[in-house]
């Protein structure tokens, strides 16, 4: 069978489980696709180099590439219908973002392992256009493995940290409805918010009406580049002044220094203010920094970003040594202690996860 067999016999399928598109649909299609991934045997054994290469012998085939979730390294669509769209996704970073869908559908991990982690957010209240102060929880931590298959709804809060590099992914998704009108404060449903613990939600800059958030983002990691005194002068004299949706950003840009500057930044930034959103949104910094350093850290091999994985996703204790021996590993300790110090070698930051990781299986 040649590898694009495979998604002739998952076209077939799926034209047979889509019909349904009444309300409160979304739940049971999601369901339905990913019944239909699991089912599709044959795509489970296609060769994922020689996929791509079958991919880009002949592009005249392809459906159109919409610009729009243009995401993954490459992606390529490979079905599109005028419900659904089917897309391969080669993954060479380490970690997505912690994000929210807009429509149902499904997902596979053809090719390598992702950790994968799900949440549930309460939203508590607005504060200002694109931003949601809430409640963020963790509802659970799962390795995928190859042939693993997760739906998707719209629902769905999650991120992915992918241990082999590439790793591969199957995704249907369905085009979204209307979105109904909201019945609570909170991100209106089908809207692709990101979100930061403790808690909050946000749209991310890319979904914005204009890209005023993301120049300024980006003027302010050029100046730091070329002059960090100008740099902080700038931040000490934006920060009291800007909207939420603003200091959501920053506070990412601002992982990429050192913690007591942005302590000592943060905390004059919190008294000259009139409100207490910063003061709301700045235990989000160490969160962030975890996952910047967890997402860009370069291990080495499988081993590495495995330990990196359970890192970024703040796993300790039983927790993570149930992780780890679930993925064959007979001493937890001795793993943490021997991938740690490479990981510490590699970037002296990830020192502090290391080492309260080992602490928590003491």
């Known amino acids: 069978m040649k590898t694009l067999d495979a998604f002739r016999d998952l076209e077939d399928a799926l034209a047979a489980v889509d019909a349904d598109d009444g309300p409160g649909a979304d739940d049971g299609q999601a369901h339905a696709l990913a019944a239909v991934l699991a089912d599709t045997h044959a795509l489970t054994r296609v060769d994922p180099a020689l996929l791509l290469a079958d991919l880009l012998a002949d592009p005249r085939g392809w459906p159109d590439q919409s610009w729009k979730n243009y995401f993954g390294n490459a992606c390529v669509t490979v079905i599109r219908t005028e419900t659904l769209r089917v897309d391969v996704l080669y993954w060479l970073q380490n970690a997505s973002t912690l994000h929210k869908h807009v429509s149902s559908g499904a997902f596979l991990a053809l090719s390598g392992r992702r950790l994968h982690l799900e949440y549930d957010f309460a939203s508590a209240a607005a504060l200002g256009t694109g931003v949601t102060f809430g409640t963020l929880s963790a509802t659970s931590r799962t390795m995928m493995r190859e042939a693993s298959v997760s739906p998707i709804?719209?629902?769905?809060?999650?991120e992915l940290y992918w241990i082999e590099k590439p790793s591969v992914t199957v995704a249907i998704r369905r085009v979204p409805g209307p979105a109904p009108a909201p019945t609570a404060p909170g991100p209106a449903p089908h809207r692709p918010h990101e979100f930061i613990?403790?808690?909050?939600?946000?749209?991310?800059?890319?979904?914005?009406?204009?890209?005023?958030?993301?120049?300024?983002?980006?003027?302010?990691?050029?100046?730091?580049?070329?002059?960090?005194?100008?740099?902080?002068?700038?931040?000490?004299?934006?920060?009291?002044?800007?909207?939420p949706i603003h200091l959501v950003h920053v506070l990412e840009e601002l992982c990429d220094n050192p913690v007591d500057e942005v302590t000592t930044l943060l905390e004059r930034a919190d008294a000259a203010r009139e409100d207490t959103v910063l003061a709301r949104l700045a235990p989000a910094v160490p969160e962030f920094r975890r996952r910047k350093i967890m997402s860009r850290v370069p291990a080495h091999g499988a081993d590495g970003y495995l330990l990196a994985a359970l890192l970024w996703a703040g796993a300790t204790g039983e927790e993570l040594a149930t992780l780890l021996k679930a993925e064959q590993v007979d001493h937890p300790d001795e793993f943490v202690r021997v991938h740690g110090e490479r990981l510490t070698a590699l970037d002296p930051r990830t020192a502090p996860y290391v080492e309260q990781a080992r602490r928590s299986l003491r």
Do not use: K
């Open 153 to 158: 709804l719209p629902s769905m809060i999650h």
């Open 197 to 243: 613990a403790p808690g909050a939600a946000y749209l991310p800059a890319a979904f914005q009406e204009t890209s005023n958030i993301q120049r300024w983002v980006d003027g302010l990691g050029m100046l730091r580049r070329a002059n960090r005194g100008l740099y902080l002068g700038t931040l000490e004299a934006a920060l009291p002044l800007v909207d």
